[in-house]
Nanobody, 123 residues
C-alpha cells in the first residue's frame, strides 16, 4: 500500500494550493481518505476526510476554505485550499481506512499513512 501526497509549496496569505493524495495497492473505492497536518511543536490534527461513500468532513478551522474531492478512476483524493493563512503552515499527510465511517478525525482509525508534503503560508 502506498499513499503519495504532493502539491505543497510556499504561498502568500490569501493564496491557494491543491494537494493530491495518490493511492496504490488498495481497492480505492472502498477506502475513506483523510488529510491531517502537523505544525512544528504541535500535535498532528485532522483537516478533512472524504468517505468511501462520498461523505465529506472538515475541521472547523478549515470549513469554508478547504474542499476535498476524490477521483476514483485515478485513485486520487484532492484537497483544494483557498484563503490560506499563516496558521495553515504544516506538513500535510494523507491516510486511508477501509469502509470507515464516523471516526474521520481519529488518527487511530486510519490503517495506512503516506509521507507528507510541506505547506508554508507567508504573511
Amino acid at each position: 500500500v502506498q499513499l503519495q501526497a504532493s502539491g505543497g509549496g510556499l504561498v502568500q496569505a490569501g493564496g491557494s494550493l491543491r494537494l493530491s493524495c495518490a493511492a496504490s495497492g488498495i481497492t480505492f473505492i472502498s477506502y475513506t481518505i483523510g488529510w491531517f497536518r502537523q505544525a512544528p511543536g504541535k500535535e498532528r490534527e485532522f483537516v478533512s476526510a472524504i468517505a468511501w461513500s462520498g461523505y465529506t468532513s472538515y475541521a472547523d478551522s478549515v470549513k469554508g476554505r478547504f474542499t476535498i474531492s476524490r477521483d476514483n478512476a485515478k485513485n486520487t483524493v484532492y484537497l483544494r485550499m483557498d484563503s490560506l493563512k499563516p496558521e495553515d503552515t504544516a506538513v500535510y499527510s494523507c491516510a486511508a481506512a477501509r469502509y470507515m465511517d464516523t471516526y474521520y478525525s481519529t488518527i487511530q482509525a486510519y490503517n495506512y499513512w503516506g509521507q507528507g508534503t510541506q505547506v508554508t503560508v507567508s504573511s
